[in-house]
């Protein structure tokens, strides 16, 4: 059934208050709602409950008295009670199986512990309920449960009540002050330890933290406490916004179908956004626990105290929630590695969906399962949709309109229409076109090109256009801005650029010019003959940018530009180019953008590298995900042979230089958390992979496993010596075998290292990879219910490894197929997360696109198929 925005109607009924007594079982939990109901829509006969056939239910009353079986419909997903009056209570008891639930949606166990997961849809399988985020309502909340296996007992708000009951159980009543929509309701009931800390807010309302976790996993919560006391100071001090509760609870969990969810009050997570220790976590698993913390916190205000209308709307919280933590992180770290890190994930994951058959515009007008909408588009690119809005309205005007837009919708459940008025009232701009962003799915392609005319102008030409998406043949232009600037080729050239014909200001961070038009043209005097242009600075727009800048010019500008995206993305470009030209068979050194490539891998290599972290950025390479996106009828493995060929002339060409950075660096690593200490690991790890293509590299690789102290030292060894066929370890001691098993071992009481441990294994560049996942399928660590293992084999392979996973028999489509209707049985969210990249075929040679079809059409042949994986793989086959 396809749900459509222009369907939206607002409730016919509100419930003001709901009161739930839980007992909890693990087969036979008893669930009795209290629903206050005030009939809003005076035509409204009936009330619609949604539900499910994961539930039993076991009574139905109407202000005290029971229902007569024939006052009411009950279906597989809901019931409608007739002929009820204006204002009533309604009780309605329930039976789940929380031990059989598999899909983790809805009350599940997680290692024996309660947990729940509402959104977007969890509710209705603990209760019947309008289940719409629309509907705010007051929660009151009795747990029960067994004392012995359950001492900790945890819901929304403050605990108001607790005590003992008979037979060895206990109860705990709490109370959320703030009404919120259902899908913000939690609850967890366990053995959990906790670690706690207290902040005061800046107006003085002290707040007790406390983060739960299972016993062995305690000892590694410190970060993420640490780093929501951060977020807490953060949200104060950048956008004037305080936490409003006593007490702010957080529960780390391993079986979780997304990151994390921000249940008022009661944040629970998948611990891999927890968990960080230095012997266990990366540097970028410490910085994603940052980042998560940070994002669910966030979504107090920007999710919770206004949340949204309906489903359509979810980058009004997430979006902005994203942007949110963007900048938190920006602020925590480095802004322009940050920046790299997102433009990367757009590029690899945004890019193609949106340039794919499942591609969606920001705010989606239609669904068929909701849980299928949790995208890059309406995350990350709706991300970028408010940070191009500050672009365009300033960044005070945007500060204020944050301001207006609490002040205004506080309390509410409103649209993305509501915030970008908020924005145009306080920027005091027209943002009518600029709304499209939201409603026209597609990337953007810029193309850019430069002149001079007669009287000595600069003319800068920028033609937008966006390919067609489903259901979108035909695009209007955007309204968007592109931040530019002129670099003189002689630093000491001090001409000013003036900006004569076109809409645009000089800021500091250069010119920001405003593209509306399918062609516009800037005007620019005073432009120095020789100047470069920097175009599209920090990624000021989330487009495909192709530009008419000559090698000679990216080689300045990978060299010399001050904005760090601008540089790394000149380096790229050579990179692209040079495994394009490979890939068609140009010798590296032959080709013109393989010696610019070469030219300045030795020129970084030999100079003083400043800046360790960025230049680990410059030194790497586009992946093959990227590279292949731009590419018609794809040999995806014939572009996996170019790209290595690229990497291993770049690493013989400087071998002794490399080898000499190297060990530079790798004896420079301190086992810190500081940013120049990750920043030394990151370059080194980058360097380690270069030195392992040469002669000995095996030695390297053994080498630095053993001296390492943290787990990002550990991974960058064991991920390279996962690509080294067993044959060909040397004496060294870099063999596969012996560091994976080495590792193993030492990390076998640690799930998620054992997830890293798989994912290696699953990305690996062996000859036999294919093989080795199906024994891994095999293994005893190895399980369909937990979400992060299946990711770690399955989304690993499937997006991080193209060679393998588009073997030219189409093995790998139908190991991803098969994989896909054994998950999907046991949770269909999880199985359709995995069906992504067999939507890529349109890309793809023909007689990979027809083994990629087929694998989709056994999918679409399974009878019993969800209708999660059937939304997907439908869309997919579409032509
Ligand atoms: N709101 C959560 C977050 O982004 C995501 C939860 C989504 N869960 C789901 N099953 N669709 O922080
Ligand atoms: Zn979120």
């Known amino acids: 059934k396809t749900i459509r925005l222009a369907d939206y109607k607002p409730p016919g009924f509100s419930i003001p208050r709901i009161s739930l007594v839980i007992s909890l079982d693990r087969h036979e939990t008893r669930v009795k709602a209290t629903l206050d109901c005030v009939r809003q829509d005076v035509t409204a006969a009936s009330i619609r409950l949604d539900g499910s056939a994961h539930m039993r239910l076991a009574g139905l009353a109407v202000d005290g008295r029971p229902v007569a079986e024939s006052l009411y419909d009950l279906d597989v997903d809901g019931l409608s009670l007739k002929n009820v009056p204006d204002h009533f209570t309604l009780t309605i008891d329930t039976v789940l199986d929380p031990a059989a639930n598999t899909r983790l949606e809805g009350l599940y166990l997680s290692e024996g512990c309660f947990c729940t997961q509402c959104e977007a849809e969890g509710f209705r399988h603990i209760t019947f309920f309008p289940d719409r985020p629309d509907i705010l309502s007051l929660y009151d909340v009795r747990i029960e449960a067994s004392r012995e296996h359950c001492p900790v007992l945890l819901s929304n708000g403050n605990r108001v009540e607790s005590g003992m009951l008979p037979g060895g159980r206990h109860y705990a009543v709490w109370r959320d002050p703030f009404p919120k929509p259902c899908y913000l309701f939690a609850l967890v009931a366990g053995d959990l330890e906790c670690l706690s800390e207290r902040f005061v807010t800046r107006s003085g309302r002290p707040v007790d933290l406390h983060l739960y976790a299972k016993p062995h996993d305690i000892g590694q919560c410190g970060h993420a406490l640490a780093s929501l006391k951060r977020a807490m100071r953060w949200d104060e001090d950048v956008f004037g916004l305080e936490y409003d509760l006593d007490v702010y609870n957080i529960v780390a969990v391993s079986d979780f179908n997304m990151g994390a969810m921000e249940n ?32 669910e916190y966030f979504h107090n205000w920007t999710g919770n105290r206004i949340t949204c209308r309906d489903w359509f709307q979810l980058s009004l919280k997430e979006g902005l929630t994203v942007f949110r933590d963007q900048e938190f992180s920006s602020d925590m770290g480095s802004r322009a590695l940050k920046r790299l890190d997102d433009v990367r994930l757009l590029r690899t994951i945004q890019f193609p969906e949106d340039s794919g058959p499942l ?165 620019f005097a005073d432009v120095p003959v020789d100047a470069v242009p920097s175009l599209l600075r920090g990624f000021s727009a989330p487009v495909i940018l192709k530009t008419d800048v000559s090698l000679d010019d ?36 032959s080709g013109e953008a393989g010696q610019a490539l070469l030219a300045f891998f030795t020129h970084l290599l030999s100079g003083p590298l400043e800046d360790a972290a960025l230049t680990a950025e410059l030194l790497s390479l586009p992946g093959e995900t990227e590279i292949g996106d731009a590419v018609d009828a794809l040999d995806p493995v014939r572009l996996h042979r170019a790209r290595e060929a690229v990497l291993n002339t770049l ?229």
């Open 359 to 523: 591609a969606h515009p920001v705010r989606p007008d239609s669904y068929v399962e909701i849980n299928n909408f949790y995208t890059a588009t309406v995350y990350n690119k709706g991300a970028e949709v408010i940070r191009m809005m500050r672009h365009l309205i300033g960044t005070e005007a945007f500060q204020a309109g944050m301001a207006l837009y609490i002040e205004r919708h506080d309390g509410q459940a409103v649209t993305c229409e509501d915030f970008v008025r908020t924005m145009e009232d306080a920027g005091g701009r027209d943002l009518t076109q600029f709304r499209l962003w939201y409603a026209q799915s597609g990337t953007p392609h810029l193309d850019i090109r430069r002149s001079r005319d007669e009287t000595g102008m600069t003319v800068l030409e920028v033609v937008q256009s966006c390919p067609p998406t489903p259901g979108q043949p035909v695009k209007e232009p955007f309204h968007m801005p592109l931040l530019m600037d002129w670099l003189p080729r002689n630093a000491s050239d001090r001409s000013a650029p003036r900006l004569v014909d076109g809409t645009g200001q000089r800021l500091e961070q250069g010119f920001l010019l405003e593209l509306r038009k399918p062609v516009e043209r800037f005007v």
């Open 264 to 295: 008022k009050s009661l944040n629970i997570f998948n611990t891999k956004f927890v968990l960080a220790a230095a012997e266990t976590a990366t540097d970028r698993d410490f910085d994603n626990v940052e980042g998560v913390i940070g994002h």
């Open 554 to 589: 990216l080689s300045f500008l990978a060299r010399h530009d001050d904005d760090a995206f601008v540089r790394f993305e000149a380096a790229q470009t050579l990179g692209r180019k040079t495994v394009l030209d490979r890939m068609h068979d140009v010798p590296v050194g």
């Open 651 to 879: 690493a013989a060409n400087d071998a002794e230089l490399l080898q000499a950075s190297y060990t530079e660096y790798r004896d420079r690593q301190t086992p810190d958390l500081s940013s120049e200490a990750k920043a030394i690991r990151r370059l080194s790890g980058l360097l380690l992979s270069y030195v392992a293509r040469l002669e000995g590299g095996a030695g390297y690789v053994g080498e630095h496993y053993r001296r390492a102290f943290t787990m990002t030292e550990r991974m960058a060894a064991l991920v390279e010596a996962a690509h080294i066929p067993d044959h060909a370890a040397d004496g060294g001691g870099g063999g596969t075998t012996d560091l994976l098993d080495d590792f193993y071992r030492r990390y076998e009481e640690y799930p998620l290292v054992i997830d890293k441990w798989f994912a290696v294994q699953a990305q690996s560049r062996r000859g036999d990879t294919l093989q080795r996942i199906c024994k891994l399928k095999e293994h005893p660590a190895f399980t369909l219910h937990n979400p992060n293992r299946v990711r770690a084999v399955f989304t690993t392979f499937s997006m991080a490894n193209p060679a393998c996973f588009h073997t030219g028999d189409g093995s790998g489509y139908e190991l991803l197929a098969e994989t896909i209707m054994e998950v999907d049985p046991i949770n269909p969210q999880v199985a359709a997360r995995l069906v992504a990249p067999l939507g890529r075929w349109r890309r793809l040679e023909p007689t990979r696109q027809k083994l990629m079809r087929a694998a989709l059409e056994r999918i679409l042949s399974c009878k019993s198929i969800s209708s999660d994986v059937k939304e997907l793989v439908q869309k997919s086959l579409q032509a």
